[in-house]
């Protein structure tokens, strides 16, 4: 069994309504995209 058990979320709403959003901020929160990325991405 693995260490960590695997998790699938399933983001439902309408357009334009912040999903992606939302989901970048709660993985960024996590840890799991890195600082610098986020940089990388705002430099674009």
Do not use: C, W
Not at 11 to 36: C, E, I, Q, Y
């Amino acid at each position: 069994m693995p260490q960590k058990p695997h998790l699938n979320l399933v983001v439902v709403g309408h357009v334009d309504h912040g999903k992606s959003t939302a989901m970048g901020h709660f993985l960024f929160d996590l840890g799991v995209v890195d600082p610098r990325t986020i940089e990388e991405y705002a430099k674009e």
